[in-house]
C-alpha cells in the first residue's frame, strides 16, 4: 500500500513506501511490514515503522527534521540522547547504520531511524504522575552536569521579540487587543527576566505528550529537539504550565517537592519562578499563534490553540506562584 493513497493529506515530507524501505534497507533491523504517519507533534514528520525481523515484529521511529532544527545541529542531538541514556534515562536514541551513519539523506532533508519507547502520555493526570515527573526532571538536569556541549536556545526571550514582530497584528484574530497585551508582556519579561541562575542543557518541551508512562510508572521522555542550554528552573516552568497544573497548588508543590528530592533548587530560582512561568507561558503562546497562521494547509498536524496559552499568561499575570 502506497502512503500517498492512504494518506492523501501530507505530513511535511511525504514518502512513498518504496523510499521508505531503502531508508530501511541501510540498516539491519529486518524487513518493512508498514509505515504509518503520526500526527503528534509540530517540529518534525514522524513515521511509525514496523519491520519482521527474525519472525518477529519491531517498532521505530522514522524522523525527518524539519525547518526549525538546522543540520548543523543535529549532531548535538545524537550526543544528548547518547549521554543521557548512558547516565540511566529512559529514551529514545538513533540507531546506528550498517556503514556507520547516524543520519540519512532524503529529499534534500535528513532523517534518522529512532529506537521506539514503550508506553503512552498519561491522559487523566494523577499525583504520581506529577511525582515522577518531577524526580525525573531532576535526574535529567543532574545527568547533563557533565554533558561539555552547548546549544543556544532558539526560542529565547530576544526570539520571542523577533517572532512577535513576524506576527504582527495578526494576533488580534485570535482574540482582541491581544498585540498589546502581548508587547506589554514582552517590556515586562525584558525587564524582569533573571541573570546567573544555575542551568545547563533543559528539554525545553516537556509537554505530557513526550512523557511516557505504562500505567503510573514512567517509562521514558521522548523528542529532545527544542533541547538548548537555559535555566533549569526555566524547564520546571515550562513543565507546570505544560501539564496544566498551575491553578493546582497541591499538584505544584508534588511537582517541587520530587524535584528537590533529587536536586535541591536555589533560593533564586525560587524566587524568580514567577517570571519564569509568564515567559514560559508566553513562548508557547508566540509559537503556538504562529503556528496558527503558519501551518501548510496540507500538513498532518493538529494546531495548538493559542488560546490555552493565553489563559495561562493571564492567570500568572493575576496570581502569585507559592510554594
Not at 546506528?96 to 491522559?123: H, V, Y
Not at 543556544?152 to 491581544?178: C, H, M, T, Y
Amino acid at each position: 500500500m502506497d502512503l500517498l493513497k492512504a494518506f492523501p493529506m501530507a505530513v511535511y515530507t511525504t514518502l512513498t513506501d518504496s523510499e521508505i524501505i531503502a531508508l530501511i534497507n541501510l540498516y539491519d533491523i529486518g524487513e518493512f511490514v508498514s509505515a504509518q504517519p503520526i500526527e503528534s507533534g509540530i517540529e518534525n514528520t514522524n513515521y511509525l515503522l514496523t519491520t519482521a525481523y527474525n519472525q518477529s515484529d519491531s517498532k521505530y521511529i522514522l524522523t525527518i527534521f524539519e525547518n526549525r532544527v538546522e543540520n548543523v545541529e543535529l549532531p548535538f542531538f545524537v550526543n544528548l540522547t547518547d549521554h543521557l541514556k548512558d547516565k540511566g534515562l529512559n529514551c529514545p536514541v538513533m540507531l546506528t547504520a550498517s556503514d556507520g551513519s547516524r543520519l540519512q539523506d532524503i529529499k534534500q532533508k535528513k532523517a534518522a531511524i529512532i529506537s521506539f519507547l514503550e508506553g503512552a502520555e498519561a491522559k487523566e493526570i494523577s499525583k504520581e504522575h506529577i511525582s515522577q515527573l518531577g524526580k525525573t526532571v531532576a535526574k535529567m538536569h543532574l545527568a547533563v552536569s557533565d554533558f561539555k556541549e552547548y546549544r543556544k536556545n532558539p526560542l529565547s526571550l530576544r526570539a520571542w521579540v523577533s517572532l512577535f514582530e513576524k506576527i504582527g497584528e495578526k494576533a488580534d484574530e485570535i482574540q482582541p487587543e491581544l498585540t498589546k497585551l502581548i508587547a506589554d508582556e514582552l517590556y515586562y519579561l525584558a525587564d524582569a527576566w533573571p541573570f546567573n541562575l544555575p542551568g545547563g542543557i533543559i528539554h525545553a518541551d516537556l509537554f505530557p505528550d513526550n512523557v511516557f508512562f505504562k500505567g503510573e510508572q514512567l517509562s521514558g521522555v521522548i523528542d529532545f529537539y527544542f533541547s538548548c542550554t537555559d535555566f533549569y528552573a526555566y524547564d520546571l516552568a515550562i513543565c507546570i504550565n505544560a501539564w496544566g497544573i498551575e491553578e493546582n497548588n497541591a499538584l505544584i508543590k508534588e511537582f517541587f517537592d520530587a524535584y528537590q528530592s533529587i536536586r535541591k533548587l536555589e533560593q533564586s530560582e525560587i524566587d524568580n519562578m514567577q517570571t519564569l512561568l509568564r515567559g514560559a507561558a508566553m513562548r508557547f503562546l508566540l509559537t503556538r499563534i504562529y503556528d496558527w497562521f503558519n501551518t501548510p494547509a496540507n500538513a498532518l498536524v493538529s494546531k495548538k490553540n493559542p488560546q490555552e496559552y493565553l489563559k495561562k499568561l493571564e492567570y500568572w499575570q493575576r496570581n502569585i506562584f507559592i510554594y
